[in-house]
């Protein structure tokens, strides 16, 4: 069993930057055999894939939305993943999740076999 754990939400000004992370603990070796995407989910829509990586790090994937903004990496000795998000826009205004599966296409497609609990991001205007 793997936990999944996101940080480094809050309120910025359209314009600025964050940088969120996700870490693993529990079975802390298998979450380097994982690939991990970052999800978001404003009020009133559903939950969206925003990027994901797989397990080596060679691999990433982007939202046509947060592509060229967003930037996906990880560092597996410390069991985190990291999203930063530049250019911020009051779209991107959501809860944030972290994601785990074997697959990183799967989880472009959706499919996510651990979740964490989310973090809440704000751009205001």
């Known amino acids: 069993q793997v936990q999944l754990a996101e940080s480094g939400g809050g309120l910025v000004q359209a314009g600025d930057s964050l940088r969120l992370s996700c870490t693993a603990s529990g079975r802390t070796a298998s979450h380097n055999q994982l690939a991990i995407g970052w999800f978001r989910q404003a009020p009133g829509k559903a939950r969206e894939f925003v990027a994901v990586?797989?397990?080596?790090?060679?691999?990433?994937n982007y939202a046509d939305s947060v592509k060229g903004r967003f930037t996906i990496s990880r560092d597996n000795a410390k069991n985190t993943v990291i999203l930063q998000m530049n250019s911020l826009k009051p779209e991107d205004t959501a809860v944030y999740y972290c994601?785990?599966?074997?697959?990183?296409?799967?989880?472009?497609?959706?499919?996510?076999?651990?979740w964490g609990q989310g973090t809440q991001v704000t751009v205001s205007s």
């Open positions: 990586i797989n397990r080596s790090g060679d691999y990433t």
């Open positions: 994601g785990a599966n074997l697959q990183a296409r799967t989880l472009v497609a959706g499919r996510v076999g651990y």
